[in-house]
Structure formats: structure tokens, C-alpha cells
DNA sequence: CTGAAAGCGCTTACAG
DNA sequence: CTGAAAGCGCTTACAG
């Protein structure tokens, strides 16, 4: 493989620094009870901010952190639920290995929960919480179930949403700014001088096809360059839509000069369809995708792609529900946080400025 | 707050039965001390063989598990070390989520460490103890070098190699039998009729791929069919390697009925190519692959490929690392494991019987 | 708002 | 070969 894989867990920080500063030499020094440490680490209210800025500041002397294994030996294992459907087996790896990284690392565990459809999702939520779970997790396309979120805020289970492009104000959400990441796709792409760039929509139903559609219609708008209905192909998402769609862009009497796919396996797959009508990408026709799944490194040429930090986005999900849980047992009120990831523009060989 | 009590129908497997009963409990059923039952379950030798046998009984009657959280907290966090180069993101990201979900399950940690080439691994290694390593997996292609695997020998430190097609009998294995499953797939692209099989063959360096193509070999000569020299492509494992073996296999002037490409991401390739000369898959040329990573299901038509249970493999390595470090923590000698775990054919649409 | 005590479930010395 | 005691680092009652 010509690039190292992004490892998770492997730069960020060291897994656990291996201190030995204990909940005591911070009481020690701050010359505080380890019964007050405790609160501040936990973010209890009933602590005087004169008190806490003492504790603070020793932690941050000492370099304490939190042994997440004598916690949890006392506390229980802090649960986390995952409710998925179907999201494609490249998004939900990526998603696991940042998920789980964090559960280890804040000493939670992880449960997994597959549901068909949103009929089932009931059930699947209480086999969740048969299972034990303090908070859930839910991925796309769950995450854009208004009958899920409700049912689970109902019930008053934590929840976060992961990859909705329109987060309901109710729940909390991790996600990146899909009408942004398609809006940097096109500019990128009539900055490299393609003028005639067609477009292929993922599926109706995920709320990030319907954004990435948008900011994709209203970046050309903007330029004078109104985009003619030919020039647009409906997908599903799937690798085999991806084959119609691109079919159906490509053997127009005019060819466009590029395609921009709503994701990488739609774009993979229009890279097939151009080396079967033996055209050469980028040279004829730049072809950019959306995600930088494996397979935007694995096809050839490389695709252009926006990367969306799926790994990160697994551990913020984690970091957020277990705050959420912790909250919730301290007595406070959860209020819905939205975490807005940052994505990258990764330019690669599947694209190049337009000819003339 | 206390856990909503679980349902006695539990699951499967629940990720950890929650069970409310602890050493104790098994140490007052079997009457002998908790320190007798922990001398068990962490199989010390120092037990009589009697007083085994109540423990263990005792144990299974009340389904005791030991609660890892709180092992932990008094043992400290075992540290898996995952010593890493350049396997493809398919195959790290589904090892890391079965090696992650044992961590979690084992409580141990699990840390990762990058190293570019060989000449590199020694200072990975170093990197790793630093970090507090107490064992060591290996995945391809590192797991295949005899000096990594000296190295970690020498320094005592307890190593599993993984996805390795010749074992050192020095170190612990997890792996599939490649050569049975590639002499499986022959199989079946014979019985469905194909007699002028195309094959092209993997990285050289890398152990799988020499198994792989002399077990093709080997079955199509015992069935008479010995392979002409332009059957046989070179490839590296890359798509764009398959892509350039398969335009070599599929311009001769007789055309064969079936390409095996010896993993996922040639095979991929293999199809791209066919459809880019126009050829109807399966109908004109059926094509498999070997792995069943995440592209095999992406790409359409779906590869007939051998499926290599990774994810399993990782939790698998896990499980036998963290047993070797306990063994090795109580005085034992650790003898090296090897263990071989099922392969199963997969058949998708991408084969079909030949023609005639 | 803050603290002294007890205990989570397990293992490490130390005995016998 | 087996056990009584102490303690891992943290949190939960219970006080004040």
C-alpha cells in the first residue's frame, strides 16, 4: 500500500502516560482531601471555584490523570451502546477502531446492536438497555430517525448522533460540516479551471446527500455556472449505483470534464466506467469523491476526496456520551452538545486541472 | 446508580454476563480462601489437583468471570504492543477492531507503533517497552521477518505473529491455512468447469502469497492441468498491480475462462479491466479473489473470494498474548501457540460455471 | 462546601 | 499446598 494508514490511537496522546501521581498527591498538594479531588475530576457542583483552581493546578503540576481501571472497579464498567444499521463496512471500521480506542482508554466497554430498518429500532434499543447500556451511540442512517432520537430521549437515555448533516437540536452530535466539505470540493474543482462538472447524489434518504447536493448547486450558482439536469445523476451510495450513474454522465454527446461523486465508492465505481469507455483520469475526466474511505487509496488512480475523520469522529462520540453519563449520575442535567469535526481537502491523482 | 438487574434470557454471549458474583462467592461455595480461587483462575501451578476441581466446579455452578476492571486496578493495565508497517487500511482497520474488542474484554490496553521498513523495527520495538509493552503482535508483513521475530525472542518479550503463512515454530501463530484455502477456491473454480485458470500472484516477500499460488499450482497439476507460464501474472497485492497483471492475462490472444487473483484488491482490479475490455463478469471471464476485505463486497459484480476471518484473528492474538504475559508474570515458561483458525469459501456473483 | 471512613473485587507479599 | 492480612486507586455513603 502506498500510504501508511492513519493509526487511531497512535499519535494523539500516549495511551495512559504512565504516571503513578495518584488521586492522593494531588490531595497532597493541593492540600485538599482525596474525597475533594475526586469531585473536581468528576465535575461535581458542590465545590468552591477557590477549592477547585487549588486542584486544577496541581493536576496540571503533577500530570495527573485518572486510572480509569480503579475507577471503573469501583464505579462499574461505564457501558456504551452502538445502534447500527447499514452503514458501509468501511465507514463502520473506521468508526469501531476510534470508538473503541476511546471506550478503552475512559475504561468503558463497548456493546454492539445491529437493527434491520427503523422498524426494529425499538427493540434494539431494549435489548441495548437489557445489555446494560448507560448511553448510546448512533451512526448514520439511524442517526437521522427522528423516532429513534425521540424514543431514546423519552426514555431518558443519553445519546449522541454520529454523521448527521442536520442534527436535531434535541440530541447531541458529532459530525463535520458536509456542506462545507462539498462547497470546498467544488471551488477546488473550478479553481483547477473545470467549468463543466457533473454531479452524482448519494441517497435521498442520508441527510449528508442532501447537503453535499446543495452546497454543490449553490458553489456553481454562485460562479454564473448553473448546472443543466443532465449533469446530474442520481445514486445510492452504492458502488454499482455509482456504475449507472456515472454510465449515464459519461456517454452524454458533450462530456463533462469532471465528475464530483458524493462519496468515494460512487466515485471508484465512475473510475471504472471511465476506464471502460477508455478515458484516461484525470486527463479526460477528473473524477473526486467524498469520505477518503479505504477505498479511495486502494483504487487507482488515487482518488481526490474530502477526509472526514471517521476514527475521530468515534472517539469524540465516546468522549461526549460518557460526559453525558457521567453528568446524568452526578445528578446534572445533559444538555446536547454539537461537535463539529474538521475536514480536509486531499488532493490526489484522480483529479487535475482541467485541459486548455 | 446502581445497573438495571439483567434479564436471565441473556444473549449470546453478553459482552460480560454481569455477573453480581465474585471470588468470594466462589471461594465460600467451593470452601477454600479467595486466595485459592484466584490461584486458579490465574492457573498457578501451586494447587492441588483436588482442590482444582471445587474451585472449577464451583465456578461453573455459580458462572462466575472474573471482573477485569478490578484485576486491573490492583495488577495494573496490560499492555498489548501492535508493532505495524504497511498492511493494507482494510486489514489493520478489521484487526483492529477484533484486537481492540479483546483488549476491552481481557482489560488490557492496547498500543500501536508504526514501523516504516525493517531497518526501523528495532527502534519500534524500543518504543514499544517504552510505552510499557508487556507482549507484542506482529501483523504482515513484519510477522514474516525473521529478525523482528529473533529480536523480540532474545529480549524475552511475549510475541504473536499474525496472518503469517510460515510460523516460525521459535514464536506464537494466529493464521489461516493458506494453502488450504487457495487449493479451496481451485477447487471450486474446477468444479464449476473452468479449465484455463489465469493466476496472479502476490508480493513475493510476503509468506501468503507464496503459499497461495503454489497450492493453485499444485491442484490444477493434480487434476492434469499444469499452467502455461502466460497464465501467470505478477502482482504486489496493489490494485494497481492487479490491474497491470490482469490487462497481461486478459490481452493474450486466447482468452482464459477465470482469473484468481490472490487477494481482493487485484481481483478488484481483475474486474475493472474486464469491463473496461468489455467483458461480461462472470458470463465472459469469472474472477476471485482471497481475503474478503471490505472491497470484495464493494465492488460489483460482489467477489467470490476466501474468506479470512481478520477481525477474529485479532481477538484471537489478543487472547493468546495476554496469556502468554500472565504466564510468563507467574514464573511459567511460555511455549508457543499455534493456532489456525477456519477460512470459508465465499460465492458471490463474480464466478459463475463456464460456458459450454 | 469539605472530609474520615469503608469498601469495590481482586492480587501481592507474608506466613504456615 | 493453603490462608489471613493489607492494599491497588478510586468512589459511595455518611457526617459536619
Known amino acids: 500500500m502506498p500510504r501508511a494508514p492513519k493509526s487511531p490511537a497512535a499519535k494523539e496522546e500516549p495511551v495512559r502516560p504512565a504516571t503513578n501521581v495518584t ?23 458542590h465545590v468552591s471555584e477557590k477549592t477547585r483552581e487549588k486542584v486544577m493546578k496541581a493536576i496540571g503540576e503533577l500530570g495527573y490523570t485518572v486510572n480509569v481501571a480503579a475507577r471503573a472497579a469501583r ?3 461505564l457501558r456504551v451502546g452502538l445502534l447500527y444499521s447499514n452503514p458501509s463496512a468501511a465507514f463502520l471500521s473506521a468508526f469501531l477502531v476510534g470508538a473503541m480506542g ?10 454492539l446492536e445491529h437493527c434491520e430498518d427503523l422498524k426494529t429500532q425499538r427493540k434494539a434499543i431494549e435489548r441495548l438497555i437489557a445489555m446494560g447500556a448507560d448511553g448510546i451511540l448512533v451512526p448514520p442512517p439511524l442517526c437521522d430517525s427522528r423516532s429513534a432520537l425521540k424514543h431514546l430521549k423519552e426514555i431518558g437515555m443519553p445519546t449522541v448522533a454520529v454523521a448527521t448533516a442536520k442534527p436535531s437540536p434535541q440530541a447531541s452530535a458529532v459530525r463535520i460540516d458536509d456542506y462545507d466539505g462539498a462547497r470546498s470540493m467544488t471551488k477546488y474543482l473550478l479553481s483547477a479551471g473545470h467549468k463543466d462538472i457533473a454531479f452524482i447524489k448519494g441517497d435521498p434518504e442520508h441527510t449528508p446527500a442532501q447537503l453535499r447536493y446543495q452546497a454543490f448547486i449553490d458553489t456553481m450558482r454562485e460562479e454564473g455556472l448553473p448546472v443543466p439536469a443532465e449533469r446530474i445523476a442520481q445514486g445510492m451510495f452504492t458502488y454499482r449505483s455509482g456504475l449507472v450513474a456515472a454510465r449515464e454522465l459519461l456517454s452524454q454527446k458533450v462530456r463533462p470534464t469532471a465528475i464530483f461523486a458524493s462519496n468515494d465508492d460512487m466515485a471508484a465505481a465512475a473510475i471504472a466506467v471511465a476506464h471502460g469507455m477508455h478515458l484516461q483520469v484525470p486527463e479526460d475526466i477528473a473524477i473526486a469523491g467524498f469520505d477518503d474511505t479505504p477505498v479511495a487509496v486502494t483504487v487507482w488512480p488515487e482518488l481526490t476526496t474530502i477526509h472526514q475523520p471517521i476514527g475521530d469522529m468515534g472517539r469524540a462520540a465516546v468522549e461526549m ?6 453528568e446524568r449520575r452526578a445528578g446534572h442535567e445533559v444538555v446536547p452538545r454539537h461537535q463539529l469535526m474538521p475536514y480536509t481537502l486531499e488532493v490526489r491523482e484522480s483529479t487535475a486541472p482541467a485541459e486548455g
Open 321 to 326: 456520551i460518557v460526559d453525558h453519563v457521567r
Open 102 to 111: 476511546q471506550c478503552n482508554r475512559s475504561g468503558a466497554e463497548l456493546i
Open 23 to 45: 488521586l492522593y498527591d494531588v490531595a497532597e498538594r493541593a492540600r485538599v482531601s482525596g474525597m475533594t479531588v475526586s469531585r473536581v475530576i468528576n465535575g461535581n457542583a
Open 75 to 77: 464505579v462499574g464498567t
